[in-house]
């Protein structure tokens, strides 16, 4: 199997690294932090001019018709510059459940704002009890005449408090932890009864908790496909993020490898130490295997059985937050002091790693899970 990239993708690679290396210094992201939004509208829009946001939606509807690898590739240029822009959030996440989900005339109407970048998309499936069950949902919804009224709480919804739209799953039928009766609706986040308190999380980006007050919308706010629909898109969503975890990893690796070179102690260079020599080289090893879980996943993420993709992306999560975990951490052990401190990237990447980890089950979660289901091969 061929895993070059085409001439086409080289350039997209290339184009997003050099922007990145334009807009994206470690200076410039503090200051985009500190933003009101703690993210910059000014990358955004330039995300847009470079056909970033349309990237996965099909040509009919606006966008350019790319596939898992072309987001696999933005992903991970995005991790290497710790990027706080809502790609994930609105492009992957949201634009997965228009692609899939949603009718031609929505996607009509929706898609082109998503990739001139005028429009934002959140998940808001997380409750305070469900942890990592996707169909463990207590917010309800309720036919009214056509339409339907909302009520319940989401909680960190990431970038949830500058979006646009809210993708909400919401209980139609059943108990609360059941796998049916689960169906998922588009709310427009400034709907009335629709309350938002943001704030930041540990590795920079942005949330929100939300409460869904007697929130009205109309027959046209559902999405087709449930449950089903929820588990396709955040599989292809897991993909993009072990791109993005491989990014961190390989620019923390960088950047510890140059530390080793230049910080000195007993009149030489640490890296001629050769503990520090091996465990540099443990990290080289980690961000291979996670390099090759990252592509299996893009190769995954449009397989239509879904329990075979489902099973193989436990696995990448497993290998992905494994990898992870000893990378970031070696980072950190190994510069010492300074990557605890907010003023050097060394701790930012561990942050991102961890969060990355923990966003849609962490190891233990699917390592349990494909345990109980007899691993990544099950027999006929």
Known sequence: MDF????????LQDSLGKLLKDKYGFEQRKAYLKSETGWSREVWAAFAELGLLGMPFAEDDGGLGYGPVETMIVAEQMG??????????????GGGFLR???????????VPEIAAGNLLLAFAHT???????????????RKDGAGWIIEGRKGVVVHGDTADQLVVTARVSGARRDAEGVEVFLVPANATGVARRGFRTSDGQRAA??????????PDAQLKGGLALVGRVVDETIAALSAEAVGCMEAAKDLTVDYLKTRKQFGRAIGSFQSLQHRAAEMMVCLEQARSMAMLAAMMAGERDA???????????IEIGRNARFVGQQTVQMHGGIAMTMEYAGGHYLKRLTVI????GDMDHHLAALSEEGGVFVAA
């Open 357 to 360: 980890e923990n966003m849609f």
């Open 4 to 11: 070059d990239l085409s001439e086409d993708q080289r350039l």
């Open 307 to 317: 329990a075979e993709r489902l099973r193989n992306m436990r696995a990448v999560k």
């Open 127 to 141: 409750e305070p009890q469900s942890r990592f069950d996707l169909h463990d949902v207590a917010t309800s919804a």
């Open 80 to 93: 290497r510059a710790l990027t706080l822009e809502p790609f994930i959030s609105t492009v992957v996440l």
């Open 100 to 110: 899939h989900g949603a009718t031609a005339e929505q996607r009509g109407a929706l």
């Open 209 to 218: 908790d939300i409460t869904f007050d007697n929130v009205k919308v109309g």
